[in-house]
């Protein structure tokens, strides 16, 4: 094999459709943008989304919803997967540090503690928000719900 003898693959390269160097080309008067309006024009840009003067879909589909600007979103967190962090890491305050190591919360999330499962450790507990049941579930085995500032 030698430079002088390397070629692409068949069917990989093709020849540029010539467009406008005459009628005897089959490709020459209009050179294939058909006939008058602003595609035909040299120059021709068109708005993201605009479909020829039609009603452009995105004005067609109706609006649906409100998204909330200031809405504030948790992490949620059971009290089941809180007594198994603090079996985890042996220890009786669980914060944010805590479920951060633990991999269940990421940096910038905020920690709302609910109460699903069960709880039998005394634990203090930190965290941005508890739900009632979350709050009975952890003072009733002897521990404390503190809401983090």
Known sequence: MKLNNIAPAAGATHTSKRVG?????????????GTKGAQARAGYEHKIGFEGGQMPIQRILP???????????????????????????????????????????????????LGNGEIK??????????SKSAIAKI???????VVAE
């Open 121 to 130: 450790t005394a634990l203090t507990v930190k965290a941005d928000a508890f």
């Open 63 to 113: 609006k649906f919803g409100f998204k909330n600007p200031t809405r504030v979103e948790y992490r949620a967190v059971n009290v089941a997967d809180v007594e198994a962090v603090a079996a985890a890491l042996k220890v009786t305050e669980i914060g944010f540090e805590q479920f951060k190591a633990a991999g269940i919360v990421s940096k910038t999330d905020l920690v709302k503690v």
């Open 21 to 33: 160097r005459g009628q005897g080309s089959g490709k020459g008067g209009t050179a294939t943008r």
């Open 139 to 145: 003072e009733a085995a002897g521990g404390k719900a």
